[in-house]
């Protein structure tokens, strides 16, 4: 057994956790990460927003990641597009409300992710490979952790604070009983990476492309392209769905992509080389985003639906919000961590829940192929679909709920 000490542990080594590693450790904190596993390894959520280019910017991994684009063939990236039968939309995130970059990049997780640990590690944050967090005790100024290594031996890590940036590992969540069910239907998410043979001119590589099934409107499709000539597909619906599909994920998701003609006609030539993985139940909540030594980050506190990618963009925006909150209680400022953090990291998170709820029962679905909704509509809209859920000068996020009912009132009249 052996004790160390630091000032911030990190659980996780995502994109959470080393943007909030490199603002912290730029602070001239020790910073150590636990992580579980070694990179690279395969992680879903590869369609990132505009606004996560603001985040990696503010912890100076912005130009890493441009850098490093063209060698782990990182898609530029420049809006959405929409397909549902015959209708048609896209959104050129350029053309946005809100202030900020307008582009992005579509990736593989597993080299984008290895990209950011490796250069945190290259600062001086210090990454615990192979290790996992089996247990913990809290309290205002000191967190006794029992971590357990690769070889299968504890140890014991003290700290001032824990981030936990685990993801869908929730660790901190599971550890102190902070789980509660999503208000979200069971969903499962099948999906997989394929060399797409698409034909060019036939697909803007520059978007992602939503697809919605042409006989149900809760079910949807994602093509997400990546500049070597593959792309992730996935499908998500209620488990009901998929009853009438066979039961080996393989062979169910070729089926329900066939189900689909549009899709079906853009994929004919794919190769489906890589198995297919399925995720269910994927929506979480907690009581809590933060408590006596310890904030949640990202998924490990609440994750919505993939639908809109906000994942990767909410966990960027809780690791900026997070650091900035911790800094100033470790210079001994006094913080509120409800107004400060819970709160202002919720407000977003709602913006893009209304969003979400509006999606699945159709609203949404009927103001994206409205062609009702003039320019400068479009253009607040383009911002949240760009991931600036927290513009409140934009009025579809001040007043989400109410603004969007009455645009749906408006596109559906017309």
Request: net charge negative; hydrophobic share 40%.
């Amino acid at each position: 057994m052996r004790d160390d000490k630091c000032d911030v542990v990190v659980i996780g080594a995502g994109p959470s956790g080393t943007v909030a590693a490199a603002l912290l450790q730029a602070k001239g904190y020790r910073v150590k990460i636990i992580e579980r596993q070694h990179f690279p390894r395969f992680s879903i959520g590869e369609s990132l927003l505009p606004q996560c280019m603001e985040f990696l910017e503010e912890a100076g991994l912005a130009e890493v990641v441009k850098s490093a684009a063209e060698i782990h063939h990182f898609q530029y990236k420049n809006g959405a597009a929409f397909v549902r039968g015959d209708l048609n939309a896209d959104f050129d995130f350029r053309k946005k409300f809100s202030q900020g970059p307008g582009t992005t990049f579509q990736v593989m997780r597993a080299p984008f992710d290895q990209l950011l640990a490796q250069e945190v590690e290259r600062r001086g944050v210090a990454i615990a490979w192979g290790h996992e967090l089996v247990g913990v005790e809290l309290g205002d100024d000191l967190q006794t952790l029992d971590v357990i290594d690769e070889a299968g031996k504890n140890y014991t890590l003290q700290a001032s604070f824990v981030l936990d940036a685990s993801g869908f590992g929730r660790v901190l969540p599971r550890l102190l009983d902070l789980e509660r069910p999503s208000s979200f239907p069971v969903r499962t998410s099948l999906f997989t990476h394929v060399e797409d043979n698409i034909t060019a001119g036939e697909f803007d590589r520059d978007k992602i492309l939503i697809t919605i099934h042409h006989l149900h409107k809760d079910v949807w499709f994602w093509l997400i392209p990546f500049a070597n000539g593959r792309c992730s597909v996935g499908v998500v619906g209620e488990n009901g769905f998929f009853d009438e599909f066979d039961d080996e994920s393989d062979l169910c998701l070729r089926e329900v992509i066939d189900s689909e003609p549009t899709l079906k006609r853009l994929l004919r030539n794919a190769k489906y080389d890589t198995p297919a993985r399925k995720i269910t139940a994927y929506s979480s909540d907690v009581s809590q985003l933060y408590g006596p030594g310890y904030a949640l980050l990202g998924n490990a506190g609440e994750f919505l639906d993939p639908v809109f990618s906000s994942g990767v963009t909410i966990a960027m925006k809780s690791a900026s919000l997070a650091s900035s909150v911790l800094h100033r209680k470790l210079q001994g400022e006094r913080v509120d961590w409800q107004s400060d953090y819970a709160d202002t990291l919720r407000a977003g998170v709602d913006t893009f829940r209304v969003f979400v709820e509006a999606w699945y029962d159709g609203r949404f679905q009927d103001v994206i192929f409205s062609k009702n909704q003039g320019q400068e509509v479009q253009a607040m809209i383009s911002s949240i679909l760009a991931g600036y859920a927290w513009d409140t000068s934009n009025p579809y996020v001040e007043k989400s709920e109410r603004r969007l009912n009455t645009l749906v009132e408006i596109c559906r009249q017309s």
